[in-house]
């Protein structure tokens, strides 16, 4: 009896190490995932550029802060939630959402198209007070969604043209959705840049902005 009542505690440790190790691996936060490249961070944001290769799989892995996806690809992916069934679908290039992640979100996706799968998560990190800056009234701009920690915009030049963004106490935050060349001026320094789809501008609190391009789309996050 007393050899059976051993072997059962070693079956019992060794069933509960491996629920606690699956455990482990599913709180893998999402800055910490390989295909999760944290390119930009401050109190204020933190930018995870992810590319997925066709037929790669992420790691299992959780969702626990505010967040804005914004999509630079039309590919298929599957997700599939911790226990759950896989679900299937096509991802829409500029589309951008928000989401408050009140409960976390564990899951695992894959690409299962012929092309790469390109999407940008933004988190929203600041745990301040939130300011409720004024909303942004431009003839370019779409109001995408006006959330507690953040507001999202469309912004679409159909030719060449510019705006001016007001100076925020909390910033900016501009990603581009296509190919662009963008001159950027403020306090009369200027800058050219050509910017690439995912490629973003931080704008600091405080700093006014002028924008200037033409037939290209970008997402602006105005933080509060």
């Known amino acids: 009896m007393k050899c059976i009542f051993k072997l059962m505690k070693k079956y019992l440790f060794i069933i509960v190490a491996s629920c606690l190790g699956s455990h482990v691996i599913a709180q893998t936060a999402v800055r910490n995932e390989p295909r999760h490249h944290n390119v930009f961070e401050n109190d204020y944001v933190r930018v995870l550029d992810v590319w997925l290769a066709p037929g790669d799989t992420t790691r299992f892995h959780i969702h ?11 590919t298929t992916t599957s997700a599939q939630l911790m226990g ?6 096509t991802s829409v290039a500029g589309r951008t959402t928000y989401d408050s992640l ?3 979100r564990i899951h695992r996706v894959w690409n299962e198209d012929t092309s790469w799968f390109h999407v940008m998560d933004v988190e929203l990190v600041a745990s301040a007070a939130h300011i409720n800056e004024p909303v942004l009234h431009k003839d370019v701009m779409q109001l995408l969604f006006d959330e507690r920690e ?9 030719e060449d043209g510019s705006f001016q963004l007001p100076s925020s106490k909390t910033g900016y935050l501009l990603v581009s959705l296509g190919s662009a060349l963008v001159t950027f001026e403020s306090n009369s320094i ?14 600091d609190p405080g700093m006014e902005l002028t924008i200037k391009t033409g037939n290209s789309a970008f997402t602006l996050l105005q933080l509060k």
Do not use: D, N
């Not at 626990?64 to 999509?71: E, L, M, Q």
């Not at 953040?150 to 159909?158: A, M, N, P, S």
């Open 84 to 89: 759950q069934q896989p679900a299937r679908g």
């Open 102 to 104: 009140v409960a976390p």
């Open 150 to 158: 953040v507001r999202g915009y469309h912004v679409q030049f159909k």
């Open 190 to 203: 200027i800058q050219h840049r050509l910017m690439k789809p995912g490629h973003y501008l931080w704008i």
């Open 64 to 74: 626990a802060t505010p967040s804005v996806f914004i999509f630079l690809t039309k």
